[in-house]
C-alpha cells in the first residue's frame, strides 16, 4: 500500500515557476515509477509526466516538454514536479501516481493523490 500526498501548489503568473511535491508512505517506494497528472475544469485528466523508480528515465508530454522537469529522492519518498514559465493553460489540479514498476503515460496507475491545485493568473 502506497499513499501520496501532494503540495505545493497555489496562485502564479504566467512566466512564474512553482514546484510541486509529493510525498510517499510505504515501503519500496524505489520498485515505484511516479507519474504527475493534471485535470482542468471541463477536461479530462491528462498526463504530465513520469519517472523510473531509479529516477534514470523520464517522459514528458509535448504540451510541457521544455519547462517542466521531474524528479525524485528515494530516501526521502519524494517526487518533485519542477514547473518554469507556467502559462494560463497549466491552470488544473495537478495528481502524483504510483505504478508499481514500469512508467505509464496513461491513468494505469496503482496509487493516487489528493491533488493541488495550480492557478496560473495572465
Known amino acids: 500500500q502506497v499513499q501520496l500526498v501532494e503540495s505545493g501548489g497555489g496562485l502564479v503568473q504566467a512566466g512564474d515557476s512553482l514546484r510541486l511535491s509529493c510525498a510517499a508512505s510505504?515501503?519500496?517506494?524505489?520498485?515505484?515509477?511516479m507519474g504527475w497528472f493534471r485535470q482542468a475544469p471541463g477536461k479530462e485528466r491528462e498526463f504530465v509526466a513520469a519517472?523510473?523508480?531509479?529516477?534514470?528515465?523520464?517522459y514528458f508530454a509535448d504540451s510541457v516538454k521544455g519547462r517542466f522537469t521531474i524528479s525524485r529522492d528515494n530516501g526521502q519518498m519524494t517526487v518533485y514536479l519542477q514547473m518554469n514559465s507556467l502559462k494560463r493553460e497549466d491552470t488544473a489540479v495537478y495528481y502524483c501516481?504510483?505504478?508499481?514498476?514500469?512508467?505509464?503515460?496513461?491513468?494505469?496507475?496503482?496509487?493516487w493523490g489528493q491533488g493541488t491545485q495550480v492557478t496560473v493568473s495572465s
Open positions: 501516481a504510483a505504478r508499481k514498476i514500469f512508467m505509464s503515460t496513461t491513468n494505469n496507475y496503482d496509487y
Open positions: 510505504g515501503r519500496t517506494f524505489s520498485s515505484y515509477a
Open positions: 519517472i523510473s523508480g531509479d529516477g534514470s528515465r523520464t
